[in-house]
């Protein structure tokens, strides 16, 4: 493993060392905001209104920052992300304020759970870690990638557990708020690393002499690009429909449906990324051995029959265990599904690639948080898990259909061209 690391390019190394360090402040709110907020008086259905509000404004970034990141750099972008996290979180640490508290869990993404991404900067991030990279490699350093973010959001959900232990001093909801340090703390130190890291981009506008390429040859290729990132498109918006109903709202389901609090949700949460992170290096192997294309539908299949059988379990430890085992296998082709999408178009387009991919899984994600609470909200708490696991068959099937020519393990999906 060291060795593995140290023949990674230093910029890679960087990115995935602000990845760790940012995903430990993610992994402990994504246990604890929305019990916070609860904790507050705050109604599921208004919870459920204020992360549709979050992952709205953070597709409208993804859809502007990503093709503007191919032309002016991506250094400069992410470090005004974490000026901007580091902010929200000061705001978050000094008061409860519902409206203070609202426009800072906006910005700072609290309790969203990027799994140590940038949020509405991770296709600038993606981008940027794919510079260094030849095709083949991207797979597994991707995977790596998520395993890194995986492995710190385990580590911050087993300190989403504090409050349990605070709550001796500060009392009631005021025991929740010094987790917010971990955030500040998190993107002080990705600051850091970020303002170290190189970045190398050639901008869009001066290809070197030997990329030119007949205009003909590019317009077609370009439209080529574009019909792949259309399906693209169309694909993940039905990933992201079943994600924003089963996703931010998860440890709320647990504390209503079985009553439990962060002491106990936070282990369970923990040891669910740290299984996708263990899943996600393996997906790595996998995709080496099988191709992306065969890895992501196999593990996203065993997810969603773990998912339709989450709400009929009569206890929490055995919910618990499903949720961790169906995390592993969900969660885990992340890093896999990224490799495909960069590798559907040329070097000067992957931030536009990115953000398109990303764009369409947060737009429907948008609405899932608030129809997930509105339905908790009136005791529904099994229909988001079944109707999440309709949109989940529905895009392993188109999945596998729009883009089994076009792995990139196999050799099929690399793009040149101009770039």
Request: proline share 5%.
């Amino acid at each position: 493993m060291f060795n593995t690391w140290s023949r990674l390019p230093r910029a890679t190394r960087l990115l995935l060392g602000a990845r760790a360090a940012r995903s430990v402040g993610q992994g402990a709110l994504i246990v604890t905001f929305a019990l916070y907020l609860r904790a507050l008086d705050w109604s599921a259905p208004a919870i459920g209104a204020l992360f549709t509000t979050g992952l709205l404004i953070d597709a409208t970034l993804i859809t502007l920052l990503g093709p503007l990141s191919d032309r002016v750099g991506r250094k400069r972008f992410l470090l005004v992300y974490e000026a901007a996290q580091a902010t929200a979180a000061i705001v978050a640490l000094s008061t409860s304020a519902p409206i203070a508290l609202a426009a800072a869990a906006v910005v700072g993404g609290f309790g969203r759970g990027a799994n140590g991404g940038s949020g509405p900067f991770a296709p600038v991030e993606l981008s940027w870690l794919t510079q260094a990279l030849a095709a083949p490699s991207r797979g597994p350093v991707f995977s790596l990638n998520m395993a890194v973010g995986f492995g710190g959001m385990a580590c911050g959900a087993l300190l989403g557990g504090l409050p349990a232990l605070f709550d001796d001093v500060l009392a009631g909801a005021l025991a929740y708020r010094p987790l917010f340090a971990l955030s500040l703390g998190g993107s002080l130190t990705c600051f850091v690393l970020l303002a170290c890291t190189p970045d190398d981009i050639t901008p869009a506008h001066a290809p070197t002499a030997d990329e030119h390429v007949d205009a003909d040859d590019d317009a077609t290729t370009r439209q080529q690009e574009n019909g792949l990132l259309l399906r693209l498109f169309g694909i993940n918006a039905l990933n992201g429909v079943g994600i924003g109903l089963v996703g931010p709202l998860m440890a709320y389901w647990f504390a209503v449906r079985f009553g439990q609090g962060p002491a106990d949700i936070g282990p369970v949460m923990a040891s669910a990324y740290a299984a996708t992170a263990l899943s996600s290096v393996g997906a790595g192997r996998l995709v080496e051995r099988i191709g992306v294309i065969r890895a992501v539908v196999w593990m996203r299949a065993v997810g969603v029959l773990i998912l339709v059988a989450m709400p009929l379990v009569p206890t929490f430890w055995m919910a618990a265990t499903l949720h961790v085992v169906r995390s592993a296998f969900n969660r885990g082709t992340a890093g896999a599904r990224q490799a495909l999408t960069v590798s559907l178009v040329r070097a000067h387009r992957r931030g536009t690639a990115v953000s398109t991919g990303s764009v369409a899984i947060q737009l429907p994600r948008a609405a899932g948080p608030l129809f997930a609470g509105l339905m908790f909200g009136s005791g529904m708490l099994a229909a988001p898990f079944y109707i999440a696991a309709g949109f989940f068959s529905a895009y392993i099937v188109c999945y596998r259909r729009a883009f089994a020519a076009y792995d990139p393990a196999c050799g099929t999906g690399e793009r040149t061209g101009s770039r």
